[in-house]
């Protein structure tokens, strides 16, 4: 199967399957916002501990971009793009992998530990 095939039916599974918290009040103060344009990532559940940002300056859509050694276990997409984030740092799909869709999705409790992400176009 194609990866713009595998894509597609990943991204209908979650679509059908998961539910997302598109309320802003999911997180409590200013340290875990995440503002529009950007993907953010918190090293703790429900959007706590270290926060890593990322936006279409520091991530090109298309590339794998590994978290350098840190993990992730709470993030939120607020790019106008979609994005798949990656329990292996090398984005491969042999390990667990979902793509969560553009403007607004906020996933306090990820499914596994994400260790990278990537842009899609």
Not at 8 to 26: I, N
Not at 55 to 67: K, M
Not at 69 to 75: K, N
Not at 100 to 106: C, D, E, L, M
Request: aromatic share 12%; hydrophobic share 40%.
């Amino acid at each position: 199967m194609s990866k713009l095939l595998q894509r597609a039916a990943f991204t209908a599974l979650l679509l059908a399957s998961t539910t997302f918290s598109f309320a802003p009040s999911a997180y409590a103060d200013d340290g875990a916002k995440c503002d529009r344009g950007e993907f953010c990532a918190w090293a703790k559940e429900n959007y706590g501990g270290t926060v890593l940002r990322h936006n279409l300056e520091t991530a090109n859509p298309g590339e794998c971009v590994p978290f350098g050694g840190l993990v992730a276990r709470s993030l939120a997409n607020r790019l106008t793009k979609d994005v798949t984030v990656y329990q292996g740092e090398t984005c491969s799909t042999e390990a667990e992998f979902t793509t969560y869709p553009k403007g607004g999705t906020y996933v306090p409790d990820a499914p596994f530990v994400v260790r990278a992400i990537q842009i899609w176009e």
